[in-house]
């Protein structure tokens, strides 16, 4: 099956630092990416949809200044938290999906804790 | 715009018994897809199995199925014999002509031995 894997797992960093979370199709090239987020006992939030080569959409309501995401091949997108606060505290989680196929696959996730 | 909708917070099921877990959608996209997704307390999100919207077949993969009943907009699964390793929260998923994905709150899957 398609594997995508995040790096990293988990992070801890003081307020107003910088985190960069990697999302990494293994095995197929991934025409899209999308990265969510979400808080203890809630659902998932779609953030923004990545497509390679080309910027970022992101959803309502969600910072693109502070949320920079990079999709820089078919295998690798990054999400970067600039300025990080501790309301920024959430699981992290990528998903990709390759040409025509329907089914997204997801990440292991990346817990973000904010001091 | 896509809306999911799961009413069951949580669940109790037991082990070997078959349960079924309610979806509802409403979707304003002609094309759509219908997914399921399991949350185990480690987080990862698994996927367990997709109905088309023109797929004419209930989708079933192993032990899960999926109830699909496009004119009362319900995608619900079916899990049976259930397993103790089943125990984790259940994502409903709907996507469109854009792909993106829109969850419902979920349901906490509990099976007793």
């Known amino acids: 099956g398609a594997v995508v894997s995040q790096h990293p797992s988990w992070v801890i960093c003081k307020s107003g630092t910088s985190v960069k979370i990697e999302c990494r199709s293994l095995?197929?090239?991934?025409?899209?990416m999308f990265w969510y987020r979400q808080f203890p006992k809630q659902s998932l939030m779609l953030m923004a949809t990545?497509?390679?080569?080309?910027?970022?959409?992101?959803e309502q309501g969600v910072e693109k200044d502070k949320f920079l995401i990079n999709h820089a091949s078919l295998t690798l997108s990054t999400l970067t938290v600039t300025s990080a606060h501790p309301e920024d505290s959430s699981f992290y989680i990528c998903s990709a999906r390759e040409g025509l196929h329907n089914e997204q696959f997801f990440g292991p996730g990346t817990r973000l804790t904010v001091l | 715009a896509q809306k999911i909708t799961q009413t069951q917070p949580g669940m109790f099921v037991q082990e070997k018994e078959a349960v079924t877990l309610d979806c509802t959608y409403d979707?304003?996209?002609?094309?759509?897809?219908l997914f399921w997704y399991k949350q185990p307390s480690s987080g990862e999100m698994i996927f367990l199995i997709y109905?088309?919207?023109?797929?004419?077949q209930n989708a079933t993969e192993g032990r899960y199925s999926l109830n699909f009943q496009k004119a009362r907009k319900s995608a619900n699964l079916v899990i049976s014999a259930s397993q103790l390793g089943d125990s984790a929260m259940y994502f409903c998923a709907g996507g469109g002509s854009n792909y993106k994905l829109t969850f419902g709150k979920g349901t906490l899957l509990t099976v007793n031995p």
């Open positions: 990545s497509n390679e080569g080309s910027k970022a959409t992101y």
């Open positions: 109905q088309g919207s023109y797929d004419e």
């Open positions: 095995d197929f090239q991934a025409t899209t």
């Open positions: 979707t304003s996209d002609q094309s759509y897809g």
